[in-house]
């Protein structure tokens, strides 16, 4: 090692952060297993260097002792003496060995390795605290190749992991194209980061309203709930803080400009925007849109709602395999049945 060495690892801990001392107490410990390994199975070695100029030496610990049974392990008394008149019984002398030329290559190949292990793995840490804690952040990113039905996507510093569960059912990815997807959890793993991402999640939408809709962006329009099937249809549930701004005309833009532009990066997801109300059997009665409801009946305290629907809305309030009722149930937190104008009569007359 010398000063050429030294100034790379100023340098490294200019660029990268890595703390100089870190590498160099690495390069010392990998130094002492390399000769350990290629000169002699004692453990009995310990190597200094000099943070000035690089230079490192290379020393081998003996215990002073009376008669000498081991010559790797042990120094007499007499000969202790003339290093160091004041060493006595018991005492560690530590003798300076001149390392072979051989040992020079294998000093100098280490510190590199070490130098390059480091590198590494200050990347990996930069990566990683770049993503963590951005859970739920959109990213732009690029389809490099599918393993498994997993796809990779290229998120410029590192590849993203876009599983089975989380892509959009029946969505096809090309090597090339460009998808925009959210992260859902970033893990510190010992190959570096791991970015999961997911196109299904309730977020993905979330995050694009925010990018198309400046008012929501901007926190004059808010989002208060979302219920996603994804690749099929999303409800969501929006109100204005400002009296002058409507909610769902801003949502859907000029000739629904904007809400197209989402719709069209969920691959033609249907989406349902509808307002927020306090009152929850307004609200219940806005999400079961776009059929007409007639009543809302809520019990607060079970969390249950009944809506009355006209007879021919019955099928539409419902939805396809229970989907509309479904996605308003999770998007307002309640139980809905939905019941008939007819079927409510019924019952009434049963009950008279």
Known sequence: MNKDILNALKELEKEKGIDQDVVLEAIRTALE???????????????????????????????????????????????????????????????????????????????????????????????????????????????????????????????????????????????????????????????????LLSRSHPNLVKRLFELEVPEIHDGIIEIYSIAREAGSRTKIAVFSHDPNVEPIGSCVGNKGTRVKNIIDELNQEKIDIIVYEKDPEKFIANSLGPAKIIKVTANEKEKTAVAVVPDNQLSLAIGKEGQNVRLAAKLTGWKIDIISESQLNQQKGEEV
């Not at 390059?116 to 952040?137: H, T, W």
């Open 33 to 195: 297993t390399g000769y350990k390994k290629n000169f002699g199975k004692a453990t009995n070695f310990s190597v200094e260097i000099d943070k000035e100029n690089g230079e490192y030496k290379l020393y081998q610990s003996k215990t002073v002792v009376e008669s000498v049974e081991n010559n790797n392990l042990e120094i007499s008394l007499e000969e202790a003496r003339t290093i160091d008149p004041k060493y006595e019984l018991g005492d560690i002398v530590k003798i300076e060995i001149k390392p072979k030329k051989d040992f020079g290559r294998i000093a100098a190949q280490t510190a590199r390795q070490v130098i390059l292990q480091k590198i590494r793995e200050a990347e990996r840490e930069s990566i990683y605290n770049e993503f963590y804690g951005r859970e739920s952040d959109i990213l732009t990113g690029i389809v490099q190749r599918e393993n498994k039905g997993n796809i990779f996507v290229d998120l410029g510093k590192i590849e993203g992991i876009l599983s089975v569960n989380e892509q959009i059912p029946g969505e096809v990815y090309k090597p090339g194209d460009r998808i925009k997807t959210v992260i859902l959890e970033v893990k510190n793993t010992s190959k570096g980061a791991n970015i």
